[in-house]
């Protein structure tokens, strides 16, 4: 397999098991992603409802009355002011990302999640009741702070309590969570658009309380991770709770591997400065690839602007809100069945088959729109043509959704060594919002550019990213996460990065071998 080692983690099978424990705080830990879902599917809603936009945006408002008599589709919602509404939160939880990892290794993986939740809470009040504009940004600056906590921690803390044989499996717990927020907050909008009055956008935004609220016990109640713990000097507690999640009071063996990470992580003073040094060379390329790449893929487009889109492929108000609840309930349903498979089949195969499949979709997409609007952006879709068109979209969106949605998450999250983790984790956040809000805020100004060009454009780095994953990543499934070294040392290309003993310091027993 190219790009594949092969790693047989002889001599590291801790002792103990899965847990209900463990399984039940890192249920309530993923529930940091039901505010980061929620909120994608809300904004798309509320930005297609006739009463929002006369309020908020009345240029957009009037331009989508007039557009029956206009002659671009394309251009119905092009307004730099809609984008900044949505895009000014991943602004915000960018910034976010750089305290966020500050916060994480000095207090602890839930003092984040705390922050996070608490920040979301106060933006959705503020969204509940804006009044103006200006009010409707401030809310959605905050709604990003909580984000860029939640999102920088969570990942982190599921990968840290999980035990290895499993750990993909909880971690995806955090996209399933994303996803279920997003479909959540479409039947929602499906709900509130039919209100015709001032509440119905407001109930929208107001419930975002909601998850926010779960999000903050859930800081105030879990207990932090033994690699936290003992980061931090509290050793003993750190080894009760390792014996806590793993079920057993022989857990010696994981523990010093814990301890001995600690021990490197506190030699580094800068983990910012230590993570650009070469040993850390693959860590970091994938940290910013990963996230990148995941949002090239253009699934936000389709997160964030569905009923928008689906208003523009011609579907009326309530069938682009309905057609926006079914791509979202197949987003479910295919992290499930990553969450089945990704311990069983492992990173690549889930990450190369979604890529194709991703491609293909896309590129029938586009001819489609082709077809039916041209350049010029009049004309329509028939009823059956739209229909296939949802099909296309929702195979596109289940391809996400079993590999690049949760592997965007768990990879990052799994690979670094404790020294550089939370800095390699703030380092994927970064980027992943950096991506995300430069697309948020040019995706309809694309689209009136590009038009169905626009679908292409994003296949095109899918067929990037798929050769990226088939050549440079290795298999990391069920290799303990302070090991990790060892599987970069047995790649064929990452192996000349990584010194010998950094390799010896948690892996002295792994056995590695290349693979064909």
């Not at 658009?193 to 935004?205: C, E, T």
């Not at 060379?281 to 964030?304: D, K, Y």
């Not at 028939?382 to 079993?402: E, R």
Request: charged residues 15%.
């Amino acid at each position: 397999m190219a790009g594949g080692a092969v790693v047989q983690t002889g001599g590291r099978n801790y002792e103990g098991g899965v847990t209900l424990f463990v399984v039940f705080t890192c249920m309530v830990g993923a529930t940091g992603g039901l505010i980061f879902g929620y909120d994608i599917g809300i904004s798309g809603g509320v930005t297609s409802m006739d009463i929002f936009l006369k309020q908020f945006f009345p240029s957009v408002y009037r331009k989508e009355q007039a557009a029956s008599k206009h002659d671009n589709a394309y251009c119905k919602f092009d307004s730099h002011m809609l984008q900044l509404f949505t895009s000014s939160l991943y602004l915000a939880a960018l910034v976010a990302s750089f305290f966020a990892s500050a916060t994480t290794k000095t207090f602890g993986r839930k003092a984040s999640m705390f922050i996070g939740g608490v920040t979301f809470l106060i933006g959705s009040i503020l969204n509940a009741f804006a009044q103006n504009i200006e009010m409707l940004i401030i809310g959605r600056v905050f709604l990003g702070f909580g984000v860029g906590f939640c999102n920088q921690s969570v990942p982190v803390y599921l990968s840290e309590m999980a035990p290895a044989k499993i750990r993909g499996a909880l971690n995806i717990g955090f996209q399933l969570a994303t996803t279920i927020g997003i479909v959540a907050a479409n039947l929602i909008n499906y709900g509130t658009a039919k209100m015709n009055n001032d509440y119905g956008w407001r109930i929208s935004l107001g419930l975002a309380a909601v998850p926010a609220t779960m999000v903050t016990l859930g800081g105030l109640f879990l207990p932090d991770s033994p690699n936290s713990l003992i980061d931090r000097g509290k050793r003993e507690e750190g080894r009760r709770m390792l014996q806590k999640i793993r079920g057993t009071d022989n857990v010696d063996e994981e523990f010093q591997d814990l301890v001995d990470a600690s021990e490197a992580s506190k030699q580094v003073d800068n983990p910012w400065k230590n993570i650009l040094e070469s040993k850390n060379r693959p860590q970091l390329v994938f940290a910013i690839l990963i996230p990148s790449f995941q949002q090239l893929t253009g699934i936000n487009v389709i997160m964030f602007y569905a009923p928008v889109l689906f208003k523009t492929l011609g579907f009326g108000a309530d069938a682009s809100l309905m057609s926006a609840v079914i791509t979202g309930v197949v987003n479910v349903l295919a992290t499930v069945v990553s969450i089945l498979t990704v311990d069983r089949l492992g990173r690549r195969i889930l990450f190369l088959e979604g890529g194709i499949q991703m491609l293909i979709s896309q590129i029938l997409v586009a001819i489609f729109i082709a077809k039916a609007f041209g350049t010029t952006g009049s004309g329509g879709l028939s009823k059956g043509s739209a229909d296939f068109v949802l099909f296309l979209i929702c195979a596109y969106v289940a391809a996400f959704a079993w590999s690049w949605g949760p592997l965007g998450w768990l990879v990052p999250s799994e690979i670094f060594p404790l020294e550089t983790r939370s800095a390699g984790t703030a380092i994927n956040v970064i980027f992943n919002m950096t991506f995300t809000f430069i697309i948020g805020q040019c995706f309809l100004s694309m689209l009136c550019t590009m038009k169905f060009g626009l679908f292409l454009f994003f296949s095109g780095f899918v067929i990037v990213m798929t050769l990226f994953i088939y050549f440079f990543l290795p298999e990391t499934k069920n290799v303990p996460i302070e090991e990790m070294n060892a599987v970069w040392k047995a790649h064929w290309f990452w192996g000349k990065y990584i010194p010998d003993d950094a390799v010896g310091s948690y892996a002295k027993n792994v056995q590695m071998a290349k693979a064909p």
